[in-house]
């Protein structure tokens, strides 16, 4: 079994950036696929990137060019750099993990956006 802990959540100013953090526990976790999701007010949650076991990254249209993934073996961390920011952005996010049947979701961390 894997858990999942996220931070680096809060507050910016748009055009400003973030940092997110998932840390994982348990076993195997370098087998598994992450993902970042994002769930705004009244929205559903939305894949927002995914880096595999390759690695081989993905982004929504909305991020690409502003957010960066990136993974830590050693450390069983993914990060998401969040750079040029907007009030689009604000959501919780979340960190999944998966492998095959399997999949892990972290608590979410809220990150707002504004002025």
């Known amino acids: 079994q894997v858990q999942l802990v996220e931070s680096g959540g809060g507050s910016a100013q748009p055009g400003g950036s973030l940092r997110l953090s998932c840390v994982a526990s348990?076993?195997?976790?370098?087998?598994?696929?992450v993902a970042w999701y994002r769930q705004a007010p009244g929205k559903q949650r939305e894949l927002v990137t995914q880096?595999?076991?390759?690695?081989?990254?993905e982004y929504s249209d909305s991020v690409k060019g502003r957010f960066t993934i990136s993974r830590d073996k050693t450390k069983n961390t993914v990060h998401l750099q969040m750079n040029s920011l907007k009030p689009a952005d604000t959501a919780v996010y979340y960190c999944?993990?998966?492998?095959?049947?399997?999949?892990?979701w972290g608590q979410g961390t809220q990150v707002t956006v504004s002025s």
């Open positions: 999944n993990a998966h492998w095959v049947r399997l999949a892990y």
């Open positions: 880096i595999t076991t390759h690695p081989i990254v």
């Open positions: 348990g076993s195997l976790f370098n087998r598994y696929d």
